[in-house]
């Protein structure tokens, strides 16, 4: 993962060397730069060339050919979002339940175990989901094929125009996982996608073994063959590339671990939404977690209890309406039992644990990155605004959006950062991103602008 | 029976106002979890009780010390050392935890891996459902230990896994530590059904799973002679590290497991009804050497009851449960008797979320038909199925050095009016009748409404669970 990183930046720098005079540079001035550790640098000016930052801060030269975008003072520039973890390009698939000759005894892809597919080869760029995330400040992601336990490698792509092989950054980044079994063929059942788990670990390691003895002595011994299914897993097994692993409560959390355990990859954690019970163990285990913010909605009774106030509230400044509403909203509360008010109670605390999941996992120091798997783009920035009122800001907010999420992708050395060299990443709103009535106006994807409309 | 000093806590609060009450309701709560979570082994004074002990009669205005979870000391005029908390069962009955060793409870996402006629390696080590409220109305009805198993769609099913009610801790501390592993095997109609009859795999027949076992066994062994030979060669290799590295023969769960059952390390289980399938597989495990396996439901058993006896074989039946398919019309309910009388190790299980809160029930069943004593029906319930999972060492019966899992009831547990008041996991309260709030659900979705509550009942928690939808049928036979 690393070397693959890397090659793509020195690649990259080769190319702004010889190319480096032949681009214009782009510039803003007088805008407000909120950078990834929280500090906000106003009437600042930020400059770029050939998709890279070559400056930043109140005392910028702006270079002769540079296409400059006065901001007038009322534009906020961050660093582009990051989704860690994302299937938004991912084409539908539709799940072959064709009944086979021995349901025991499937294909490796029946089972869902298709490690060897590689998303840049199928990913569309002009899905919904992608349009979603672009329109949020999302300048970036690193996307999986939809399937069972191992639908594939993880790639990760610029979000720019329609073509994924141009936005494409670094491929094959991680395999993709989770406890998704199918019904009809083995592994119809959890324990039964544990245990394949398992045993394609030992079945890899020993094809493994055998093909270096070949090669090692290709006249002495036998000729093992290829199986590319296996092979796709060398990788994950020899911890040149982490299992990024999706798993939201806390008994598929301590199943995870227990098989990193047992077979011994890297592991990131993703989604993790009831990840606040487990904050010391993952701390101690070291596992990187991207978090959902997708959370479940607020109970229904809460909703209409908070109607109903917002209702009194309005009613009182009428004063003639306001002694028969409080009326009927004393007689409503009587008739609430004793064992549902408690089951209420601890509703709600679920609720707010819920809600405060990557507020703790900051808290906790764990630096969580970003999500988007099994969130709807219509609730971003409601759940975004839920975080907030739950105690979280945007300082957070912007850290885990961007810099954490490029840590834990092993990426935070090119992008996640306002910083000379990073990937000229961001994304323009008229106010700080989490006001209200922000919106945003521009991205600005590897150094393209693109307009918002 | 004395209040607790939470109890005492619940009752005042009772008398409060509502949202006092719910505050108490989640102090209480919450250091009841807390308590399971962190597996306390508890210390208690349980006063003047009639002692059901299993072993060693009953004994009349009895006390029973548990320290730090172990029973200490059976005895009169016991004194309590400090800070244990003290019980008086005056008119009182304690018996042993109910122990059943046949469940489908707490079991996550598929009890039966169907797809193929052999699954040992799979386990239900691996899907513990730490939440199944099931759990907490099984310890109402005094049951303490539960065999959680996998289904009877295959010849070889999975592993099971052996665990103690300490409802509130997570998927290790559920489990007994102590017991030995399990595997579950079934014969006859379900087998030929799901495999021969669904998919046209073998087994189709009776003879046909004869032969799977016999099979996977010889294979099994097969393996292992040469991942022997390997794991020699290479331990050879890994000391020099000289030359080539000896071509891996991969390790292949599935025969490890069969292996083990070969060398005594797991205990079958095995769904069964008719005497001639039950003799079979006496005689293929004469064959392979495998010892110390019990028979579940095995309703012919009576019919074959000698023979069990001979080849030391146990048996885990139903009280009177029969008639749900073809396979299962001859039935009596004398078999347990019958069995028990021929010196089988014989166990009543529940194989049932309802049935499971009242075994003693089930048990006074084989009194009524087949005139066992009280003791001997009792023990179906507890040192019999102790027995069959191994783990008659530690629990099964009330005696001095076992683990303290207990129930405290308010009449003889045979009678129909009795009530299980109280019961204890390594002398820790798990539920106290006293104390019992209506909501024990362990997890709350936001989203959930309060009266979402799974149902209980025979046919949700099947043997066959998740295999009929996918053969496409309308039945839901039990088993």
């Known amino acids: 993962m690393h070397k693959l990183s890397l090659g793509l930046l ?51 030269s702006i270079p002769f050919d540079a296409k400059v975008t006065d901001g007038g003072d009322s534009l906020h520039i961050y660093p582009g979002f990051i989704d860690g973890f994302s299937e938004m390009a991912a084409p539908d698939e539709k799940p072959n339940t064709d009944r086979v000759e021995k349901p025991g005894e499937p294909p490796y892809d029946r089972s869902g175990i298709q490690p060897e597919r590689i998303p840049s080869a199928s990913a569309d760029f002009s899905k919904k989901d992608v349009k979603d995330a672009q329109k949020e400040g999302f300048t970036s992601a690193l996307i999986g094929l939809k399937g069972l336990m191992l639908p594939g490698q993880l790639d990760f792509f610029h979000l720019g125009g329609k073509d994924a092989q141009s936005n494409l950054l670094v491929s094959s980044l991680g395999q993709k996982g989770a406890f998704k079994n199918t019904r009809n063929v083995y592994p119809s059942t959890l324990m039964g996608t544990m245990y394949l788990f398992r045993q394609l670990w030992e079945n890899a390691s020993a094809l493994q073994i055998k093909q270096q003895s070949y090669e090692s002595n290709p006249t002495k011994n036998d000729n093992p063959g290829r199986d590319l299914t296996l092979e796709a897993l060398y990788p994950v097994i020899n911890k040149k590339q982490p299992l990024y692993f ?155 959006l961007t810099e954490n999420t490029a840590k834990v992708l092993g990426l935070s050395n090119q992008t996640g950062k306002i910083e000379n060299g990073y990937l000229a990443d961001f994304a323009v709103f008229t106010k700080p991103f989490t006001a209200k009535k922000a919106k945003l106006l521009q991205r600005v994807v590897k150094g393209e602008v693109y307009e918002l409309n | ?70 029973i200490a000391e059976i005895g009169k005029n016991l004194k309590a050392p400090k800070g244990a908390e003290v019980v008086d069962a005056t008119g009182k009955f304690v018996m042993p935890g109910i122990i059943d060793a046949h469940s489908h409870l707490a079991i996550t996402n598929g009890v039966n891996e169907w797809t193929n006629p052999v699954t040992a ?107 022997d030979a390997y794991m020699e060669e290479f331990a050879k290799w890994n000391k020099r590290k000289k030359g080539d590295q ?52 095995v309703l012919e058993g009576f019919k074959v009851a000698p ?62 038909y087949g005139g066992v004593t009280d003791n001997e029906a009792l023990m179906m319930i ?56 209506a909501d024990m659900r362990l997890v709350i979705s936001p989203e959930d409404d309060y009266e979402l509550v799974v149902s209980a009942g025979r046919n949700n928690d099947s043997c066959m669970e998740g295999v009929f939808e996918v053969l496409g049928e309308q039945t839901h036979s039990h088993e």
């Open chain 1, 10 to 60: 020195l690649s990259l720098s080769l190319f702004s060397q010889t190319k480096a005079q032949q681009l214009p540079a782009y510039a803003f001035k007088n805008v407000t730069i909120h950078t990834h550790d929280g500090k906000s640098i106003e009437k600042a000016s930020i400059v770029w060339r050939n998709g890279s930052i070559t400056d930043y801060g109140t005392k910028v």
């Open chain 1, 246 to 400: 999706q798993a939201d409560d806390k008994e598929s959390i301590e199943r995870i671990l227990k098989l990193k355990k047992e077979l011994g990859f890297d592991l990131v954690l993703v989604s993790a939404k009831e990840a606040f019970r487990y904050t010391d163990l993952l701390k101690k285990e070291k596992v990187p977690v991207l978090v959902s913010f997708d959370f479940p909605g607020k109970p229904d009774w809460k909703v209409k209890e908070e109607k109903a106030e917002k209702a009194a509230k309005e009613a009182k400044k009428d004063s003639t309406n306001a002694k028969t509403d409080s009326t009927i909203a004393k007689k409503v509360e009587k008739e609430v039992p004793a064992d549902i008010i408690a089951f209420r109670a601890k509703q709600m605390s679920a609720y707010n644990d819920f809600v405060k999941n990557t507020k703790t996992l900051l808290d906790a120091g764990l630096n969580p990155g970003f999500s988007s798997i099994g969130l709807k783009w219509a609730d971003f920035s409601k759940n975004i605004e839920s975080m907030i009122e739950a105690g979280m800001t945007e300082n957070e907010l912007v850290s885990v």
């Open chain 2, 1 to 70: 029976m004395n209040l607790t000093r939470k109890d005492e806590l619940m009752n005042f609060k009772m008398k409060t106002k509502q949202t006092a009450l719910f505050i108490g309701f989640l102090f209480v709560f919450g250091m009841m979890v807390n308590v399971a979570s962190a597996q306390k082994k508890g210390s208690v004074l349980i006063k003047n009780a009639t002692v059901i002990t299993i072993t060693n009669g009953d004994m009349e205005g009895t006390d029973i010390l548990v320290k730090d979870g172990i």
């Open chain 2, 121 to 227: 390696e799979v386990s239900m080590e691996d899907v513990i459902d730490p939440n199944d409220v099931g759990m907490y109305a099984a310890l109402a009805g005094g049951v303490t230990s539960i065999h959680v198993m996998h289904g009877s769609a295959n010849v070889i099913g999975g592993q099971g896994e052996t665990i103690k009610l300490r409802y509130g801790a997570d998927q290790e501390g559920l489990k007994f530590s102590e017991a030995p592993r399990t595997i579950k095997f079934a014969l006859g109609e379900n087998p030929t059904r799901v495999h021969g009859q669904g998919f046209n795999v073998q087994p189709r027949s009776r003879m046909g799973v004869e032969q799977i076992v016999r099979q996977t066994f010889d294979a099994a062994i097969d393996y292992k002679a040469k991942r």
């Open chain 2, 246 to 297: 000896p071509n891996p023969v991969a390790k292949n769960i599935r025969y490890d497991v069969i292996n083990d059952i070969i060398a005594g390390k797991v205990l079958v289980h095995c769904h069964s009804y008719r005497a001639d399938e039950i003799g079979m597989l006496m005689r293929v495990f004469k064959d392979y050497g495998v010892e110390n396996y019990t028979f579940q439901h």
């Open chain 2, 307 to 368: 023979e069990l006896a001979k080849h030391k074989a146990h048996a885990s039946t139903f009280s009177d449960w029969w008639a749900y398919k073809f396979e299962v019309y001859y039935a009596s309910a004398y078999n347990a008797a019958i069995m028990n009388k021929y010196g089988v190790v014989t166990s009543i299980n529940s194989d049932s979320e309802e049935l499971i809160r009242h075994l003693n029930h089930e048990a006074a069943k084989v009194v009524k």
């Open chain 2, 382 to 437: 507890t040192l019999n199925p102790a027995k069959q999972l191994g783990i008659d060492k530690y629990v099964g019966s009330i005696e001095k050095g076992k683990q303290a899992d207990l129930g405290i009831w308010s009449a003889h547990p045979l009678s129909i009016y009795a009530i299980c008041e109280q019961t204890f996991v390594d002398g820790t309260s798990y539920f106290n009748k006293a104390n019992d709030p």
